[in-house]
């Protein structure tokens, strides 16, 4: 496994990012992840390397660049404290929007390497970085073939930046990851995101993890689940090996 730390630019600056590579002999498809509110930390860094196993170039920005610097910050330590405090700057730095256009700088610098296979990429987005990763298949169709939410909030909401919004001009398959236990993604907006998904004819699956909680991905959540995560991991490289490779 190679892993580079790299600054790629954009409208607003020098974005730090990751990115892993497999081994062996390329080229291979790329995915972007979008991080959840804690940023860059060890947790994110080995979901890299295990995406990157499967056979992907992945790309893991910073999306907190705007903020300047931080942490690494302890998920567990965070929500004991005070959590607005702490991660409500960083979160108010990016957003949906901020990082649809991030993303034009990311896809620009995936042209650049020899080792990206083909322009058809995959998105993968956890808690706020679900909905990003729905707004860059939005965003950009003709090169998000594959995007997919994991316990992402406020999919669905009046929002001018809502990800379901975006609906229409979606190309990509879509795979959501929702909790039974999530206040910020309740049952009526997963049907008002269902909804604008069906009536653009978007192909998509929506699955409910019946008795996980909003960051059961994370391994350094409180409340990970190993065996939901799990689920989560074959549902991600099942789409993105079809879809992609």
Same mark, same amino acid.
């Given at each position: 496994?190679?892993?580079?730390?790299?600054? @790629?630019?954009?409208?607003?600056?020098?974005?730090?990012?990751?990115?892993? !590579?497999?081994?062996?002999?390329?080229? =291979?498809?790329?995915?972007?992840?979008?991080?959840?509110?804690?940023? @860059?930390?060890?947790? $994110?860094?080995?979901?890299?390397?295990?995406?990157?196993?499967?056979?992907?170039?992945?790309?893991?920005?910073? $999306?907190?660049?705007? *903020?300047?610097?931080? #942490?690494?910050?302890?998920?567990?330590?965070?929500?004991?404290?005070?959590?607005?405090? /702490?991660? #409500?700057? $960083?979160?108010?730095? !990016? #957003?949906?929007?901020?990082?649809?256009?991030?993303?034009?700088?990311?896809?620009?610098? $995936?042209?650049?390497? %020899?080792?990206?296979?083909?322009?058809? @990429?995959? !998105?993968?987005?956890?808690?706020?970085?679900?909905?990003?990763?729905? /707004?860059?298949?939005?965003?950009?169709?003709?090169?998000?073939?594959?995007?997919?939410?994991?316990?992402?909030?406020?999919?669905? /909401?009046?929002?001018?930046?809502?990800?379901?919004?975006?609906?229409?001009?979606?190309?990509?398959?879509?795979? @959501?990851?929702?909790?039974?236990? %999530?206040?910020?993604?309740?049952?009526?907006?997963?049907?008002?995101?269902?909804?604008?998904?069906?009536?653009? #004819?978007?192909?998509?699956?929506?699955?409910?993890?019946?008795?996980?909680? *909003?960051? =059961?991905?994370? /391994?350094?959540?409180?409340?990970?689940?190993?065996?939901?995560?799990?689920?989560? =991991?074959?549902?991600?490289?099942?789409?993105?090996?079809?879809?992609?490779?």
């Amino acid at each position: 496994m190679k892993h580079e730390a790299v600054s @790629i630019r954009t409208r607003d600056g020098q974005c730090p990012a990751h990115v892993f !590579t497999p081994d062996g002999a390329g080229p =291979w498809p790329a995915v972007i992840v979008y991080m959840d509110a804690f940023g @860059i930390r060890p947790a $994110l860094m080995q979901l890299g390397e295990r995406l990157s196993g499967g056979g992907f170039v992945v790309l893991v920005p910073d $999306l907190f660049y705007r *903020h300047g610097a931080y #942490g690494p910050l302890d998920p567990k330590e965070v929500f004991a404290g005070d959590f607005r405090a /702490t991660v #409500g700057p $960083l979160m108010a730095s !990016t #957003g949906n929007a901020r990082a649809a256009q991030d993303t034009e700088a990311f896809l620009a610098y $995936l042209d650049t390497r %020899d080792d990206v296979a083909g322009d058809k @990429i995959g !998105t993968v987005g956890f808690c706020m970085g679900g909905g990003m990763a729905l /707004t860059a298949a939005g965003t950009y169709p003709d090169r998000v073939a594959a995007a997919i939410s994991f316990h992402g909030g406020r999919l669905a /909401t009046d929002d001018p930046a809502s990800p379901h919004l975006l609906a229409p001009k979606i190309r990509a398959e879509l795979y @959501i990851a929702v909790a039974d236990n %999530d206040n910020s993604c309740p049952p009526e907006m997963v049907d008002r995101l269902k909804q604008a998904l069906d009536d653009a #004819g978007v192909r998509y699956r929506c699955e409910l993890y019946k008795g996980a909680s *909003h960051g =059961w991905m994370k /391994t350094d959540f409180p409340v990970y689940d190993k065996a939901a995560a799990e689920r989560g =991991w074959t549902e991600m490289f099942g789409l993105f090996d079809r879809v992609l490779k």
